[in-house]
C-alpha cells in the first residue's frame, strides 16, 4: 500500500455550541498522491471533516474533540496550527472571503510571511505556484479584477505555496458558472497526476467526481457510511438517495436498467464507459421504439413579455445585449441558460425595469415597461435573487413576509391575511415568530419566496436559486417553482443546472454573448448539444447517452432523464431468467 | 452502529483566533469595510434646509456598542480613514472626520459599568467636554455670538454630553443589552445620541477655529442639527436594533467588551 | 454606483517614488500649516502650490474639477456667511474700528441686521477656502500617489502595530465587494415593491437604513469564514513575520523629510515671532 499521509483513528467532535456530535467515530487513511473525494449532503460533516485535518478543529473551535488526527506524522491536537498550516494547503467555497490580500502575489505571499519564510524564497514561489495554476503573469493584478474561477485557482496557488503535503478543497466549485468549474477541476486534477499532490476535496458534483477522485468517502449524520473508488461507491445508488446524495446520472440510468433485470454486468460511473455498456444493453435487451412526447401546447394568447430589438450598453461601453427580440406568454414555464457575461441577468434586469433599453422596447401586456415604476412591476413581477440574506431586512419570518405589505399601506386584514396564506404556501408557520437568519440556509430562501408571493405576483423570476444548495435544497425550491406553476403563474428560472430542470421547464432560451443562441421546447434544446457546448454548457448525461443511442440504432430519442432512458429497455424474453 | 465515541477525549488547548481588545479582528476588518463601504451612500433628507450625511455615520456609535471601546474605534477609525484615502473629497475637512468618528465610536463602547472599563468614559466626557466650552467660548469671546445664541445653538450637544456625564450613560448602556426591542431601541438611539453629541462638540471645537461662523449661521444651524440628529437616530435605532437582534439570533461569538 | 477601489495615479513620478513615510509627514504638516494659517494670501498661495503639485504628480485635471465642483456651494456659502454676517471677528482680528465695504444692500436695507459685503469678511472667508482646500488636496496628493503595498510597508516601518495594518490592508480588498453587495440589498428593496418615492420623510429613512441590517449581518457571517480562512494561513497578528514587500528610505527621503521639517519650524518661528500667516487684508479694491 502507499504512504500514508494522514490517519484519521476514531475521530468524534462536538462544538462547543452544537447540539450533538458532528463527526462520529471516522477513522480514515489518506494515501500520498492520492485524490480522496468527500461526498455526502449539507451538514454531514464534510467541511468539519476538512477542518481537522489543519487542526482549526477542535484548536480554534474549541469543543470536544475524541480520537486523533495526524498528518505527516504530526498530531493535529498537539501541534499549533501555525505548523500544521506548512502541512496543509486549504482551499474554501466563497472565492470572495478566502482571498484577502490586495494583489495576486500579496495573496500568495500571505501565508508564508506568516511562516516567516525568507523574502528570496517567496519570490522563488510565487512564479512557481501561479504557473501550476495557469495564471503566470497576473502577479500584480487585484483579486477584484479575476473571474471567479481565477478567484478560486488563486485560492488553490496560495494554498500551495506552503507546499503543503495535502491540499484540502472544500466545495470549491459550487459558486462557479461551468467554465470556472471546469478550470478548477482542470487545475486540481494537473496537480493531482503531474505533480502527485494529494487531494481531498469534498464536492457535490458527482459527475467530476466520478471522473476525477481515487477513491470517495460518504459521509452523512456526521458518520462514515461508505469509503471506496467511485466504482465502488456510486453504484449504490439506493444508499446514495436514501442519503440525499445524488449519483452521476450515467450510474441512475444503469441501476435502473440493472433493477429491470437487463444486462448490466458492472454499472458504469464515467460517461465513456456508459457508452460502452449501452452497447452490451442493446445487446442484450430489447430497445423499445422512441416514446411519443406530445408536442407542448403551442403558446398563445397576446404575449406577456414582448421584447423587440432589445439592446443594452452598459455606461462602461460593455454591449450586454444585441438586438434581442422574444414573447412569453402567460403560463410558460421558462429556463434561461448561458455562461456568465452571456446577457441572462441583463435581460432579466429589463423585464423589472431595473435596467433601461439602449434600443428597442420591453412591452408587458402591452405596455411599454419604461412607462411604468420599479415599484409597480414589482408587484406584478416576483424576482427571487440568489443570495437569500441579501433580501432579508426584518426580525422574524413573519414581519419579513409582510414588510412590502405594510409599507404599501395595505389594510391590517388584508396584510394579515396575506402574510398567513404565503408563510401557509411556504411551509413556514411554525417559525414565523423565529428570526429569519436563524433558520438554515434552504429556508431563507423559503422566507424570501414568501415574502414575494405575498405580493401575489404573476410572473416570478428565480435568479440562480440553486447556486450552493445541495440536491436536496435545489429540489426543494424546484418543486415550489413547479407549484406556483401550476398555481397558473408565469415562471423563469435562471440556472446553470441543466440536469435539474427536465423535470419543470417547458421552454429553454439559450443565450451566449448577448444573443439568443436558441430558443426552443427543452427536449428540442437539450438534444442540440453542440449549441449547448458552444456555450460551455454540458448536456446532462442522460441526454448524452440518448444521443449515444441514437447513433447505434439510428432513430431519434429524444429523451432527457435516467428514468425515461431506462424506460426505453425491456428484458428480451426468455433471456437471463 | 453505536454513536458514543470510541476514541479517547483529547484535552484541547482552545486558542481562539488573533483579537483586539478582545474582539477577533475578523470582526474588526468586516466592520471597517462597512463603514467604508457606507461612508459613499450619502443619506439625504428632503426637508426645508436640506443636508445630507453618509450613512456610515449612523453606525459609529454601533461600532463601539459591538464591539467595544478600542477595537471600535480602530474599526470605525481605520473604515474612516479609507474612505478618506478612496475619495477626499467626500469627506468635509477629512481630519475632523476621522477624528470625531473615532471619538464616537470610543464614547459609545464606554458606555457600560463593566468594572475593567470603568473610568475610561471620562476620556470621551473630558475631550468633549473641553471641545464644547473652547467652542461656546470662542464663539462668545472672538466672534461676538451672543451666549442665547450659542447654547441655542448647540443644544442638543449639550444635553447629549450632559446625559453622557451622568448616570444616565450606564442606563443607557444597560438598555442596550435588554432582551425588551423597545429598551434595546431606546438604549441604542441614546447611546447614539450621547456619544455622538460628544464627538461632535470636540469635533466642531476644532471647525469652529477654522470656520468661525457669525452668529446668523449659528441661528441656522440652531434650525438643522436638530433636525439631522433626529435623522441619524433614526437610522442608527433602524439599524441597530436590526442589527442587534439578528447578532444574538445567529448566535455568533459576541466580542467580550460589546454592550449587547 | 460606479465601481470603488483605492486608485493610484498611473503616472510615475518624484512623487510616486518616495517613501510613504515622508509623504505622510508631509500631509500632516501641511494639515497644521493650513490649520494655523489665516492669512488669505498666504493661504492662497498654499492651495495652488498643492494643486499644481497634485497635477505633477499625475491627478487627473478631471478629479481636480470634480473637487473643487463638489465644494463650490460650500464655498460660496462660506464666503456670503462671512462677507455680509461677519463683523465682530475681523473687527476683533485686525483692531480696526469699521468695516470696508465691497457693496450695500439696495435702498441702504439691512439683511439680518447687515449691512452689505465687506471686504474683511469676504478676504476671511477666501482664508477658509483654501483652508478646507489645503487640507482636502493633500490627502490625493500623498495618498494616490502611493502604491498600497508600499503605504503598507511604511506602516509597518512607522512602527504602526502590524494588527492594525493588516486590518488596513484587508479592509482595502473587503469594502468593495460590501459596496457591491450594498447595490444588491438596494435592488433586493426595491424589487418588494416598495415605492419609496412616494413615502414621507420618516418611513423613507426608515426603509432607507434597513440596508444596513443584511449588509452587517452578512459581513459579521462572512467574518467567520474569515477567520477560519486566516487561521489556515498560519495568521496570528504576530508582527514577527516576513515581509514580501520592502521600502527603504532613500537619501531623496531623508533630504526630503528634513526639508519638510525645516520648512514647519520657519513657518511656525515666522507666525509667532513675526505674525506671518495671520489674518490681514490684502487689499480693498474699492469702498461702496
Request: net charge neutral.
Amino acid at each position: 500500500m502507499a504512504d500514508v499521509i494522514a490517519v484519521l483513528d476514531k475521530v468524534s467532535y462536538k462544538y462547543p455550541r452544537s447540539p450533538g456530535l458532528v463527526l462520529r467515530n471516522i477513522s480514515l487513511e489518506i494515501y500520498k498522491g492520492e485524490f480522496l473525494g468527500i461526498i455526502g449532503p449539507t451538514g454531514a460533516g464534510k467541511s468539519t471533516l476538512c477542518l481537522t485535518l489543519n487542526g482549526i478543529v477542535p484548536q480554534f473551535y474549541g469543543g470536544d474533540f475524541y480520537g486523533s488526527v495526524h498528518v505527516s506524522g504530526l498530531d493535529t491536537v498537539e501541534n499549533p496550527i501555525s505548523k500544521l498550516a506548512c502541512c496543509v494547503g486549504s482551499v474554501f467555497e466563497d472565492p470572495e472571503t478566502q482571498l484577502i490580500a490586495t494583489s495576486v502575489e500579496n495573496e500568495i505571499a500571505f501565508p508564508l510571511e506568516n511562516l516567516k519564510v525568507p523574502v528570496d524564497e517567496i519570490r522563488r514561489r510565487i512564479p512557481r505556484v501561479l504557473e501550476m495554476v495557469r495564471l503566470s503573469g497576473y502577479e500584480k493584478k487585484s483579486p477584484a479584477e479575476l473571474s471567479g474561477g481565477q478567484k478560486q485557482r488563486l485560492a488553490i496557488a496560495a494554498g500551495l505555496a506552503v507546499q503543503p503535503s495535502l491540499l484540502v478543497l472544500d466545495e470549491p466549485t459550487s459558486q462557479l458558472d461551468p467554465v470556472g468549474a471546469q478550470e478548477v477541476f482542470a487545475v486540481v486534477r494537473e496537480l493531482n497526476r503531474q505533480f502527485g499532490m494529494t487531494i481531498v476535496m469534498c464536492s457535490h458534483a458527482a459527475e467530476e467526481m466520478a471522473e476525477h477522485a481515487d477513491r470517495l468517502a460518504l459521509l452523512a449524520g456526521g458518520r462514515l457510511l461508505a469509503l471506496g473508488t467511485p466504482d465502488e461507491i456510486y453504484p449504490q445508488v439506493q444508499l446514495l438517495e436514501e442519503n440525499q446524495v445524488r449519483p452521476p446520472q450515467v450510474c441512475s440510468v444503469f441501476y435502473s436498467l440493472r433493477q429491470k433485470r437487463l444486462p448490466v454486468q458492472n454499472i458504469p460511473v464515467r460517461l465513456e464507459e456508459g457508452k460502452q455498456t449501452l452497447r452490451s444493453v442493446l445487446q442484450g435487451g430489447r430497445l423499445l421504439p422512441p416514446p411519443a412526447f406530445p408536442a407542448p401546447p403551442a403558446p398563445h394568447g397576446t404575449p406577456l413579455f414582448s421584447v423587440k430589438n432589445l439592446r443594452h450598453v452598459y455606461p462602461d461601453g460593455t454591449q450586454a445585449l444585441h438586438g434581442i427580440s422574444l414573447d412569453i406568454r402567460k403560463g410558460e414555464y421558462v429556463l434561461i441558460i448561458g455562461q456568465n457575461g452571456a446577457g441572462k441577468s441583463t435581460l432579466v434586469k429589463h423585464f423589472l425595469s431595473i435596467l433601461r433599453p439602449t434600443e428597442g422596447s420591453v412591452m408587458i401586456d402591452g405596455v411599454d415597461t419604461q412607462q411604468l415604476k420599479v415599484s409597480q412591476l414589482a408587484r406584478r413581477i416576483g424576482y427571487v435573487a440568489q443570495n437569500p440574506d441579501n433580501q432579508i431586512f426584518n426580525e422574524t419570518v413573519e414581519k419579513e413576509v409582510s414588510f412590502a405589505l405594510t409599507a404599501l399601506g395595505h389594510s391590517p386584514q388584508v396584510v394579515a391575511e396575506r402574510t398567513l396564506a404565503s408563510l401557509q404556501a411556504m411551509g413556514l408557520e411554525e417559525v414565523k415568530d423565529r428570526h429569519p437568519l436563524s433558520l438554515p440556509k434552504g429556508e431563507r430562501a423559503r422566507v424570501v419566496i414568501a415574502a414575494i408571493l405575498a405580493m401575489q405576483p404573476e410572473i416570478i423570476i428565480f435568479d440562480e436559486p440553486t447556486t450552493g444548495q445541495d440536491y436536496r435544497g435545489a429540489r426543494y425550491i424546484l418543486d415550489i417553482s413547479r407549484q406556483l406553476h401550476q398555481m397558473g403563474k408565469t415562471v423563469i428560472v435562471i440556472t446553470h443546472h441543466l440536469y435539474l430542470m427536465p423535470e419543470y421547464a417547458q421552454r429553454v432560451i439559450v443565450m451566449g454573448k448577448g444573443t439568443i443562441l436558441l430558443d426552443a421546447p427543452i427536449r428540442a434544446a437539450y438534444h442540440d448539444t453542440q449549441t449547448l457546448e458552444s456555450t460551455f454548457l454540458t448536456p446532462p448525461q442522460a441526454v448524452l447517452l440518448a444521443k449515444e443511442l441514437e447513433r447505434l440504432d439510428g432513430r431519434a430519442y429524444p429523451l432527457l432523464t435516467p428514468a425515461e432512458l431506462a424506460g426505453c429497455f425491456e428484458r428480451q424474453n426468455g433471456h437471463l431468467g | 452502529m453505536s454513536d458514543a465515541p470510541t476514541g479517547e477525549k483529547r484535552k484541547v488547548a482552545f486558542l481562539g483566533g488573533a483579537a483586539i481588545d478582545g474582539a477577533p479582528i475578523a470582526y474588526i476588518v468586516v466592520l471597517a469595510a462597512v463603514t467604508t463601504a457606507l461612508a459613499f451612500i450619502p443619506f439625504s433628507f428632503a426637508l426645508a434646509g436640506g443636508g445630507s450625511f453618509p450613512l456610515s455615520q449612523g453606525i459609529w456609535a454601533l461600532l463601539g456598542i459591538l464591539l467595544g471601546p478600542i477595537a471600535g474605534a480602530i474599526s470605525v477609525g481605520i473604515g474612516t480613514l479609507i474612505a478618506i484615502f478612496v475619495a477626499p473629497h467626500t469627506a468635509g475637512v477629512p481630519v475632523v472626520t476621522l477624528l470625531q468618528s473615532i471619538l464616537c465610536a470610543f464614547a459609545a463602547g464606554c458606555m457600560s459599568a463593566q468594572a475593567k472599563r470603568g473610568g475610561w468614559w471620562i476620556i470621551a466626557a473630558v475631550l468633549g467636554g473641553v471641545g464644547g466650552l473652547y467652542y461656546i467660548g470662542r464663539a462668545i469671546s472672538v466672534n461676538g455670538v451672543s451666549l442665547g445664541a450659542a447654547v441655542l445653538g448647540s443644544l442638543i450637544q449639550i444635553i447629549g454630553w450632559l446625559l453622557y456625564v451622568l448616570p444616565t450613560r450606564n442606563l443607557f448602556g444597560k438598555w442596550v443589552g435588554s432582551k425588551n426591542v423597545v429598551l434595546l431601541a431606546l438604549g441604542v438611539i441614546l447611546c447614539t445620541a450621547t456619544s455622538f453629541a460628544v464627538a461632535h462638540f470636540f469635533a466642531t471645537a476644532i471647525t469652529y477655529t477654522m470656520f468661525n461662523w457669525p452668529q446668523e449661521v449659528f441661528l441656522l444651524l440652531a434650525s438643522i442639527i436638530p433636525v439631522e440628529y433626529m435623522f441619524r437616530f433614526i437610522v442608527a435605532g433602524v439599524i441597530g436594533v436590526g442589527v442587534i437582534v439578528g447578532l444574538r439570533a445567529i448566535g455568533l461569538v459576541k466580542p467580550e467588551r460589546g454592550l449587547y | 454606483m460606479g465601481m470603488m477601489k483605492y486608485r493610484t495615479v498611473e503616472k510615475d513620478s518624484f512623487f510616486t517614488r518616495l517613501d510613504f513615510r515622508p509623504k505622510l509627514l508631509m500631509i500632516v504638516i501641511v494639515s497644521v500649516v493650513a490649520f494655523l494659517w489665516e492669512s488669505p494670501l498666504l493661504g492662497a498661495a498654499l492651495g495652488v502650490f498643492l494643486i499644481v503639485a497634485c497635477l505633477l504628480a499625475g491627478l487627473k485635471v478631471s478629479y481636480i474639477r470634480m473637487l473643487l465642483l463638489i465644494m463650490l456651494p460650500f464655498y460660496v456659502l462660506l464666503l456670503v456667511a462671512h462677507g455680509i454676517f461677519d463683523e465682530e471677528l475681523v473687527l476683533n482680528y485686525l483692531g480696526q474700528e469699521r468695516l470696508h465695504y465691497m457693496f450695500r444692500f439696495p435702498g441702504g436695507g439691512e439683511l439680518f441686521g447687515a449691512a452689505g459685503m465687506s471686504w474683511e469678511g469676504f478676504w476671511y472667508g477666501v482664508n477658509i477656502i483654501f483652508k478646507t482646500l489645503s487640507l482636502t488636496l493633500v490627502i490625493p496628493l500623498g495618498i494616490f500617489t502611493t502604491d498600497v503595498d508600499r503605504m503598507i510597508v511604511g506602516m509597518v516601518k512607522s512602527r504602526i502595530p502590524y494588527k492594525i495594518t493588516f486590518i488596513f490592508s484587508s479592509t482595502l480588498r473587503f469594502f468593495p465587494l460590501l459596496f457591491e453587495e450594498i447595490g444588491a440589498i438596494i435592488q433586493a428593496q426595491r424589487l418588494r415593491g416598495l415605492a419609496v418615492e412616494d413615502m414621507n420623510a420618516i418611513q423613507k429613512v426608515k426603509v432607507y437604513a434597513k440596508v444596513a441590517i443584511p449588509l452587517i449581518l452578512s459581513a459579521m457571517v462572512k467574518s467567520q469564514q474569515l477567520e477560519v480562512v486566516l487561521q489556515s494561513k498560519a495568521f496570528s497578528g504576530s508582527p514577527d513575520r516576513t515581509y514580501l514587500h520592502s521600502s527603504d528610505l532613500t537619501r531623496t527621503d531623508y533630504l526630503l523629510g528634513g526639508i519638510f521639517l525645516f520648512l514647519f519650524a520657519l513657518v511656525l518661528a515666522l507666525y509667532f515671532l513675526y505674525g506671518v500667516g495671520k489674518y490681514s487684508v490684502p487689499f480693498i479694491a474699492w469702498e461702496a
